[in-house]
């Protein structure tokens, strides 16, 4: 079943991912209610928004209270610390967004009648022993190493929805996320993507953690949100991966954003962090056959975007 979408709340619409959202959802003619306490989100990826009378943002905190007035056809919870050096150095605030955030979010969609989406992610699965990562693996998370903060904000929060469409009957959906990247992704954000953009572009040595050998799968931030927007307009339950399968290795990744850049660099190897996952590469099998989604974006497309994007952001810092 698809459903219309006239008024939507995205929670973390200033980040990354939520600003992406709220760009396709006003794009597709949504009227797009953003809530941020600006965190870690940005007020600069919302700017060309602004003036726009389908679209209002609202500063707030979720993890104490959430209130919207008028109907809401959707909530989209995407509020959370999503890098490794946000979320190590704000713990107790990842937690609190994943619960306390998770709590008030779906207390809104039930009040409103609305469809919840949970932006969940693929840490959920931890340093797998499954690859690739189906929805039916539990995973294999360390609750007390650093990483846990996130990991497990986004496991209770997967136990939370699961319990508000079980014992309350919300309509909800969860997504997880694989890596994603593109245009807005802040610089020193401590993920690979902008790391490797923003040495090579400098020339500036670019630093693989441990041998490089551990492997991501990226997928472009347009293909992500198309997954999204399908899931919220949809009635499956989920979970359900959003991620590109085309997997390669952190050290192929530097080399090829080196080369794309035509940059001087060379690679440097350095520690590697703690819990780091060995292995990610999402199996898209339930995207493609409930959501009919699969990427569309190449890799060597996408990083040309990126880079582009990074070139104009450096140029202006």
Known sequence: MSRELRRVVVTGGAGFLGSHLCDRLVGDGVEVVCLDNLLTGDPANLLHLQGNPAFRFLRCDVTDFVHVPGKVDAVLHFASPASPIDYLKLPIETLK???LGTLHSLGLAMEKGARFVLASTSEVYGDPQVHPQ???YWGHVNPVGPRGVYDEAKRFSEALVTAYRTSRSVDTGIVRIFNTYGPRMRPDDGR????????ALAGAPVTVAGDGSQTRSICYVDDLVTGIVALAGSDFPGPVNIGNPDEMSVLELARRIIDLTASTSDVEFIDRPVDDPGVRRPDTAVAQRELGWEPRVSWHDGLARTADWFVKELAAA
């Not at 690979?192 to 040495?199: C, E, G, K, V, Y």
Request: glycine share 8%; hydrophobic share 35%; aromatic share 8%.
């Open 134 to 136: 189906p929805e039916t």
């Open 192 to 199: 690979a993507i902008p790391t490797f953009m923003r040495q």
């Open 97 to 99: 967004v994943g619960s």
